[in-house]
């Protein structure tokens, strides 16, 4: 539009020029001489010549010129959609060509860069690591979705700001100001306040423009959680067999020492000893019983079960213990209760074990309360006592095989019971659960599919 303005005022300047030359030259025709009047009519054709030249050339040339300098700005501006129609003639339509095959090509460079950023940014994206892109003065340049999670804050929030605003760190500030300065790859393990582990790689970036580092935070958390209950089943079961192989060792050394000649004491002796090796034969069995149902290898008679005739049968069963600690142990079951599909004897063995150890914790004078339940597709079993209960940073481990919390360290029993139970309810499908307060009780609670629906698979 500009370049047709500036055309037509061009023109008109032209026309305007030649008609004020022409009236001049007719008001002076009659008193000028003949050569005089022959060159003048000369000057007012070459005039007029170059005035149609122009108007040609404006035509062939200045238009089309001047629409290619406006498809041009429209390009640099973002347009790049834009092409110079329709195509002129000549020499100009060559050059037009040669500048939209120009523009073709711009816009397919910038469509395949920006489908690669785009790529970039979704693997980014989907990565279940925190990753955040820093610049030169340890600004923000980049925040995946993870980081978002991470630091609770959005995009818009994390991007700009300092990093040592997100991670007031001072190794991993540390580390990055390595990668950034000295082209280091660093690595660092931070221990977040809730108890989150964190493995931090920060790493250079060679020719990544405002990106000069990239961070990375891999969540350890659950490796951590392993790596300690590894060790803690080593000193479990470290715990558990040197106990009795101390008391075995210490009967046969006092034996030795000459109690073996009175009948009654080596009776007495021999007796403790036997209850030691028994205290480890039923660890062993306990432990490869376990063992043989977390492997699947422990067969299930899967087959309709009335959990009304289980629960009695615990119940019936554990009664005379408790009555001697001096606890009540009443049962209520809802009418109606559909069967469940597993293996009579294994079931009873949960419900007998959260029983035996509901009256392990209770003090005397307390009361354990057993009901079973319609409930999440089969039955809910809930075992309630009034016990000291546990506390709540135990609770996650309590189904962990061997580990004990501090109300069971003195306590008989091999530490393989409550895990035999999560294994066994799900190995029939079902799950197993526990809520508890230190001084107000627990409340174990599992559930069996009924016999009618489809077994779901262990964990």
């Keep these: ?220 958390t659950e490796v951590k959680r392993v790596e300690q209950v590894r060790r803690d089943f080593v000193a479990n079961v470290s715990h558990e067999l040197r106990t009795p192989l101390a008391s075995i060792k210490s009967v046969l050394e006092t034996l030795q020492e000459g109690a073996l000649e009175d009948k009654t004491v080596a009776r007495d002796f021999l007796s403790r000893a036997e209850e030691e090796v028994d205290h480890l034969v039923q660890m062993v069995e306990e432990f490869l019983e376990l063992s043989r149902i977390e492997s699947g290898e422990l067969p299930l008679a899967r087959q309709p079960v009335e959990m009304t005739e289980v629960l009695a049968g615990a119940v019936e069963r554990l009664r005379p213990q408790a009555e001697r600690k001096g606890l009540s142990l009443a049962l209520e079951v809802a009418p109606n209760l559909p069967s469940v599909r597993g293996d009579v004897d294994k079931l009873m063995r949960v419900v007998a074990n959260l029983i035996h150890n509901a009256i392990k914790f209770t003090p005397v004078g307390g009361a354990i309360h057993l009901s079973a339940n319609p409930g999440e597709g089969g039955v809910t079993v809930r075992v309630r006592d009034t016990g000291i209960g546990i506390a709540r940073e135990e609770l996650p481990r309590i189904f962990e095989r061997f580990y004990k919390g501090d109300r069971a360290r003195g306590s008989a029993g091999t530490g393989l019971g409550l895990a035999i139970v999560k294994h066994t309810v799900e190995a029939h499908g079902g799950s197993v659960s526990v809520e508890s307060e230190p001084g107000r009780g627990s409340t174990f609670m599992f559930s069996i599919p009924a016999a009618s629906l489809p077994l779901k698979s262990p964990r």
């Design 1 to 220: 539009m500009l370049g047709s303005l500036r055309f037509r005022t061009a023109v008109a300047y032209i026309l305007l020029t030649v008609a004020a030359f022409v009236a001049l030259a007719l008001y002076l025709l009659d008193s000028l001489s003949d050569i005089t009047r022959s060159i003048l009519i000369a000057v007012i054709a070459a005039a007029a010549a170059f005035a149609i030249l122009s108007l040609a050339l404006g035509a062939t040339i200045m238009r089309p010129l001047g629409r290619l300098a406006t498809t041009a700005r429209s390009i640099a501006g973002g347009n790049l959609g834009e092409r110079v129609n329709p195509r002129p003639s000549g020499e100009v339509g060559e050059l037009a060509d040669a500048f939209n095959q120009m523009a073709q090509s711009l816009e397919e460079i910038v469509a395949a860069a920006s489908q690669e950023r785009n790529r970039l940014i979704a693997a980014l994206n989907s990565s279940i690591d925190a990753v955040a892109a820093v610049d030169a003065d340890g600004r923000i340049t980049f925040a995946n979705a993870a980081a978002e999670r991470l630091f609770v804050r959005s995009r818009d929030e994390l991007v700009g700001n300092p990093f040592v605003w997100v991670m007031p760190n001072e190794p991993v500030i540390e580390a990055l100001r390595a990668s950034r300065e000295e082209g280091r790859r660093e690595l660092v393990t931070v221990e977040r306040p809730n108890r989150q582990y964190l493995q931090v790689i920060t790493t250079p970036i060679v020719g990544g423009g405002e990106w000069a580092a990239l961070v990375v935070f891999h969540d350890i």
